[in-house]
């Protein structure tokens, strides 16, 4: 099926100039957006590497400890819901812009309500008070984490469709955009030949047509000379031509 294309006229020029300079400026926008999403989602995945590692690490350590303190204290988890299940850590959600993107960010905060249950007084506080500490980092990386996935997550999807506009753009609407403007300019250039070839072949036959009214307006002009010439006689032909006697004063 062929493309249906508009009239070749100097308001559709214009109409589709203005348009392509449109479509150029947002391709720029949208690429400078997704250079910069590309550069922070690299950034992130970077940090959730490094979190990942730390993470592995802290928790082979931190269920060890779990393991050392019940070794140490005995059976602790009964003595653990038997006490105060107050939270003494929330988390705080909030949003972070980045190139127009919406992204979730998650931080961790402190209640100020310290745990006042006496664990392991005969034994194994140390170990406790260790476990409770390690724990508590690794719940501060697992926060980190939750935020850094979610932040990963968004920017891929809002990456993905800049790219697919970014490709339209670049690939369908410019391309077809300037196809049509090079196509009114052929047009409007094979029409101004035209004129141009046109008017100079009525500037021709208008030449040629003031010359042959010339040519008649001289020819007529000789003639009406030599009818007045032909119908006047010679006033010199009424005088006697004979020798006149002298007149004497």
């Known amino acids: 099926m062929s493309e249906t294309r508009p009239p070749p006229t100097r308001m559709n020029l214009q109409t589709f100039k203005v348009k392509h300079k ?35 690490e802290l928790c082979a350590s931190s269920f060890f400890s779990l393991t050392q303190a019940e070794y140490a204290a005995g059976e602790i988890k009964s003595k653990i819901l038997e006490g105060s299940m107050e939270a003494t850590v929330r988390v705080e959600g ?18 100020d309500s310290e745990q006042k ?26 926060i980190k984490l939750a935020s850094l996935q979610t932040a990963f997550i968004t920017i891929d999807e ?41 008017l100079k072949k009525v500037q021709e036959k208008k030449a040629v047509k003031q010359a042959e ?3 008649t307006r001289d020819a007529r002009a000789a003639n009406r000379q030599a009818q007045y ?21």
């Open 94 to 111: 909030r949003q972070d812009n980045v190139a127009g993107v919406k992204i979730p960010v998650f931080r961790q905060l402190d209640t």
């Open 22 to 56: 449109g479509a150029k400026k947002g391709y720029e926008l949208l690429k400078k957006k997704a250079d910069a999403l590309k550069a922070r989602f690299r950034d992130i995945a970077k940090r959730i590497m490094a979190v990942k590692s730390q993470m592995s």
């Open 213 to 215: 009214e010339a040519k």
């Open 158 to 198: 809002a990456l993905k469709v800049t790219n697919r506009r970014v490709n339209a753009l670049e690939n369908v609407t410019l391309p077809k955009i300037e196809g049509t403007l090079a196509y009114i300019n052929k047009e409007l250039d094979e029409l101004e030949r035209e004129d141009f070839t046109r």
């Open 229 to 249: 010439a032909s119908q006047e006689p010679d006033m010199m032909s009424k005088f006697d031509t004979s020798k006149d006697e002298d007149v004497v004063f």
């Open 117 to 142: 249950d006496q664990l392991g007084l005969a034994g194994g506080g140390r170990a406790i008070q260790n476990c409770r500490e390690k724990f508590r980092n690794l719940l501060d990386l697992m």
